[in-house]
């Protein structure tokens, strides 16, 4: 009776603290978005006629999601830290140009990819060296670079585009490069973030950093090789988006810091970091943006309101991730 009586008066469970519960399943964060990949490809496939399902749009999803799933996987490592880098498009655009001027001064493929990496990689560290070093908020870094990088992209390219030779191109696009490229950095960022120091120590910054501190790590370092691995993926990022068109223009790389982001929560992660965060959410995320965006598009969809569907996905799964349980610290409470 004393059971009976107290399982009455127990407080009845809110609809919010059921999702609560289902969210915090272990294999929620890994069926959940193959759910939402598997629902969209069936609904745009009806909606189409069963023309989603041709070889030809399975390929060109395929081909975005590789570039997108590339740079999601990279700024996973930066989500994790609770930092927020929207400038990743705008330095992909900077990185594929620098690829392509150096291609067109030596017409040398290794040193084009070379090139694009590179410069990847130092605009990342210096967005890192303004957060770390200078105490800004890695947000409000990203703002300001965005609209710098923006600027010398569209003072070098101007109104033209420039041009990769197209067979060297088609080459290394059939040749299995970049499928053969993102496979090892995937690798690398398996191993990296899942099974060395740095990526433990990675998801503590995320989950709370002054306690992160309070043990002796030294989150900066931590921080500055969690955007050197962002910037190794966005350099690649940059040398598949110019192997995929053979050319460079002004608005290379534009809305690719949403897509990355969309694609980030849509795999399932958090981009507020913590003990959560992986490496492969990017990529079932990053499949789900394109299959998105393809199956609005042959549904008649216009860009713009496909822009506007984008952002209230985007903005429902933030608000579905975005609380924390009330009894740890907030990572900056201390």
């Known amino acids: ?44 496939g009806a909606v189409t006629g069963g023309d989603f ?16 799933g590339t740079m999601a996987t990279a700024v996973s490592f930066i989500y994790t830290t609770g930092n927020l880098d929207i400038s990743v498009g705008s330095v992909m655009g ?28 130092l605009l990342m560290l210096f967005n890192c060296t303004m957060s770390v070093i200078f105490n800004i908020k890695t947000t409000m ?4 670079v965005m609209q710098l990088y923006n600027a010398i992209i569209s003072e070098v390219v101007g109104a033209d585009t420039l041009k990769v030779d197209f067979q060297i191109c088609k080459m290394l696009e059939n040749g299995g490069f ?11 960022c398996l191993l990296v973030f899942h099974f060395t120091a740095v990526g433990r120590q990675l998801r503590f910054i995320g989950g709370n950093q002054k306690c992160a501190e309070q043990t002796g790590m030294n989150p900066k370092r931590a921080i500055y090789i969690s955007f050197l691995m962002a910037g190794i993926g ?63 598009l042959m549904a008649g969809v216009s860009s713009t309101v496909i822009q506007g569907v984008r952002g209230v996905v ?17 990572r900056e409470q201390f």
């Open 141 to 144: 870094v990203a703002i300001v």
């Open 53 to 68: 399902f041709r070889g030809t749009v399975f390929k060109g999803i395929f081909d975005q999601a590789l570039i997108i």
């Open 1 to 44: 009776m004393a059971n009976t009586a107290a399982v009455k008066t127990a407080p009845k469970l809110k609809a919010w603290d059921r999702i609560d519960i289902i969210k915090n399943k272990r294999m929620f964060s890994l069926i959940f978005p193959l759910s939402i990949l598997a629902l969209l490809i069936l609904a745009f």
């Open 94 to 121: 900077l990185g594929a140009v620098a690829g392509a001027l150096v291609y067109g001064a030596t017409e040398n493929i290794v040193l084009m990819i070379g090139a694009a990496v590179a410069v990847s990689i």
């Open 314 to 330: 985007f903005l429902l799964l933030v608000v579905l991730n975005s609380e924390r349980p009330s009894t740890l610290p907030a």
């Open 178 to 188: 970049r499928y053969g490229a993102f496979l090892a950095y995937f690798v690398l």
């Open 234 to 296: 966005v350099g690649l990022a940059a040398v598949f988006t110019i192997i995929r068109t053979g050319s460079v223009g002004n608005s290379t790389g534009n809305g690719m810091g949403m897509d990355v982001m969309l694609a980030t929560v849509l795999g399932g992660m958090s981009i507020f970091g913590g003990s959560k965060s992986n490496t492969y959410s990017g990529i079932i995320g990053a499949l789900t943006v394109s299959a998105l965006n393809k199956g609005l």
